[in-house]
């Protein structure tokens, strides 16, 4: 059996973060354990774009549930991906669903729900959710645990 970290191109060494979501590589290696539903959770607290509008810097706290099939997201590839967004303009909305399709095309996921927690803009924040269809039967889903947006009171 071949190592199939060999094939990976952005861990372990310097990789630049792509200029677009599009031109950003989502890296996969084989998944350690085929035939078990088990859970991956990404905490992506810093994600950032710009409101397509104004250019300003939208900030949000991503939070990417997905159950693998054969294929298993290589998290160096992630980070770089996500990061291809600080100079992307799109909605929220866009931005939040983007992200779930794009892990979900690269790695044939069984299911995958994201939680995308944006900060205010304009005084409203903005939470957007999305999810590929119902969870694979008996899997425990942990709760996401990202409190609404209270501001200062």
Not at 25 to 33: G, K, M, R, S
Not at 77 to 97: I, M, Q, Y
Request: charged share 20%; proline share 7%; aromatic share 12%.
């Amino acid at each position: 059996m071949s190592h199939e970290s060999e094939n990976l191109t952005q861990l372990g060494g310097k990789a630049e973060i792509a200029v677009s979501p599009d031109a950003a590589t989502l890296e996969t290696v084989a998944n350690p354990q085929t035939g078990a539903d088990y859970l991956v959770r990404f905490a992506c607290p810093e994600f950032t774009s710009l409101c397509p509008v104004t250019g300003q810097p939208d900030f949000a706290h991503f939070i990417i549930d997905y159950v693998p099939d054969g294929k298993i997201v290589e998290s160096k590839s992630l980070k770089l991906f996500l990061g291809s967004f600080r100079n992307h303009g799109a909605f929220h909305e866009d931005c939040t669903v983007m992200v779930g399709k794009r892990i979900v095309e690269a790695t044939g996921a069984k299911w995958l729900r994201i939680g995308g927690y944006w900060y205010p803009r304009g005084g409203i924040p903005i939470d957007v959710f999305w999810q590929t269809g119902a969870a694979p039967e008996g899997l425990w889903i942990p709760d996401q645990d990202v409190p609404g947006y209270r501001g200062r009171g």
